[in-house]
């Protein structure tokens, strides 16, 4: 017990040789060290849940998310950590708040940041659901895009081809006609279109030659659309347009499970929308209150240091704190006056050798002139 203690006492960023005479601040102190700890919790697993989809599909995408994890716990722990213990109880309350403001508002974007991955996994199944929704719908306009773009960069062979289906149509439709009026004309059945005549005459010749006629003029079209219809195939196969299809459940279903950050983030923004574009309020109430509730969390060891009172602690750090200047004054007081010691040392000693040079040069012309 005492060690988990001494652990929140540390997560606290509390001074534990001084926090240790006051049996009255340690609740205080392990209660802001468990919140900051479980807060850097959360924000580790909300970092490696958002690292794991960054990588999805690598074989080491766990690793990756387990290493980067703990290197966020690690960071907002450590920001955490600071903000709390570098919050000043000396001063008034609109001076604590004051000070705390830029704290506070790290705090929120702290939050929110850590906030945002752990609604993913939250609201994971629809946000699976609107994936495939998405993709599907993607797929769709992709395929109209494909068959819109043959459409227009094929048009003459289309038309052409559309032409020759017409001309197919009407050549089976008149030879059926002359086949049925030719053997009326054999058979002779006395209309309009025959002469009546019975046998293969005159007249039943002239509807074989035009029968024929026809006949090969369909054989030909046949043929020539046959050859369009293979072009066309061919030019499809090229573009595209036979090899795109609509994803299947199983698919779709992969294509959700390996989604990115980006796609799912997407995703759970449009949760909040209807299918006309209205909000949906229920859905946008329930993120709002998540997130709400992680930058209230990340924001709680602010707010205890700011609402508990002035405890013998803080009083105890203060003057710590006024002591520790006041040893650095001293001891900078100290480095100068031995500074200076050594200063004007250094300064006799060039001063004395200074005068012997300038003797021993002055005995030395004084020697040379004699001679001289």
């Given at each position: ?9 540390f ?7 001084t926090?240790?005479?006051y049996?009255?601040?340690h609740?205080?102190y ?7 700890f ?5 924000a580790a ?9 960054v990588f999805?599909?690598?074989p080491?995408?766990e690793?990756f998310?387990?290493?980067f994890?703990?290197?966020?716990g690690t960071?907002i722990?450590?920001m ?8 000043d109880?000396q001063?008034?309350?609109n001076?604590q708040?004051l000070?705390a403001?830029?704290r506070i ?7 929110i ?5 752990l609604e993913l996994?939250i609201?994971d199944?629809?946000?699976?659901q ?5 993709y599907?719908k993607?797929?769709h ?7 819109k773009?043959?459409t ?6 289309l038309?052409k081809?559309g032409?020759?289906?017409?001309e197919?149509?009407?050549l089976e ?8 009026q030719?053997?009326q004309?054999v ?6 279109q025959?002469?009546g005549?019975v046998?293969?005459?005159t007249y039943?010749?002239q ?7 026809k006949?090969d003029?369909?054989?030909?079209v046949?043929?020539d659309?046959?050859?369009m219809d293979?072009?066309l195939?061919?030019r499809k196969?090229y573009?595209?347009v036979?090899n795109?299809r609509?994803f299947n ?10 989604a ?11 949760l909040s929308?209807?299918?006309n574009g209205t909000?949906?309020l229920d859905?946008?109430?329930a ?6 509730l992680?930058i209230?969390?990340?924001?709680l ?10 405890g013998p ?14 040893y650095a004054e001293?001891d900078?007081e100290?480095n100068?006056?031995v500074?200076?010691?050594v200063?004007?040392?250094?300064l ?11 003797s021993?040069q002055?005995d030395?012309?004084?020697?040379r002139?004699r001679?001289?």
């Amino acid at each position: 017990m005492k060690k988990i203690t001494r652990f929140f006492w540390f997560c606290s960023g509390a001074h534990i040789g001084t926090l240790k005479k006051y049996p009255i601040e340690h609740n205080k102190y392990v209660g802001i060290g468990a919140t900051i700890f479980f807060t850097a919790l959360f924000a580790a697993l909300s970092g490696g849940y958002a690292m794991y989809f960054v990588f999805a599909g690598n074989p080491l995408a766990e690793v990756f998310a387990v290493i980067f994890g703990l290197i966020w716990g690690t960071a907002i722990f450590n920001m955490d950590r600071y903000i709390v213990s570098s919050i000043d109880k000396q001063g008034t309350t609109n001076q604590q708040i004051l000070q705390a403001s830029p704290r506070i508002l790290l705090a929120i974007m702290i939050g929110i940041v850590i906030s945002r991955p752990l609604e993913l996994k939250i609201f994971d199944k629809e946000i699976r659901q609107k994936l495939k929704t998405a993709y599907l719908k993607g797929q769709h306009r992709k395929i109209d895009t494909l068959q819109k773009t043959y459409t227009e960069k094929y048009a003459m062979e289309l038309g052409k081809n559309g032409d020759l289906k017409k001309e197919k149509d009407s050549l089976e439709t008149d030879i059926n006609r002359t086949r049925y009026q030719l053997n009326q004309e054999v058979f002779g059945d006395k209309t309009n279109q025959t002469s009546g005549i019975v046998g293969y005459g005159t007249y039943a010749k002239q509807k074989q030659a035009i029968l024929q006629e026809k006949e090969d003029r369909l054989k030909t079209v046949t043929d020539d659309q046959a050859k369009m219809d293979q072009y066309l195939s061919s030019r499809k196969d090229y573009e595209g347009v036979n090899n795109i299809r609509l994803f299947n459940d199983h698919q779709l279903d992969s294509l959700s499970n390996v989604a990115g950050f980006s796609d799912r983030n997407w995703a759970l923004g449009q949760l909040s929308y209807n299918e006309n574009g209205t909000r949906d309020l229920d859905t946008y109430l329930a993120e709002s209150f998540i997130s709400f509730l992680f930058i209230l969390f990340e924001c709680l060891p602010v707010f205890v240091k700011l609402m508990s009172p002035k405890g013998p602690y803080d009083v105890a750090v203060s003057k710590l704190y006024e002591a520790d200047i006041h040893y650095a004054e001293r001891d900078k007081e100290r480095n100068i006056e031995v500074t200076d010691s050594v200063y004007d040392h250094h300064l006799e000693e060039e001063i004395q050798k200074q005068k012997k040079i300038i003797s021993a040069q002055s005995d030395y012309d004084l020697e040379r002139h004699r001679y001289d």
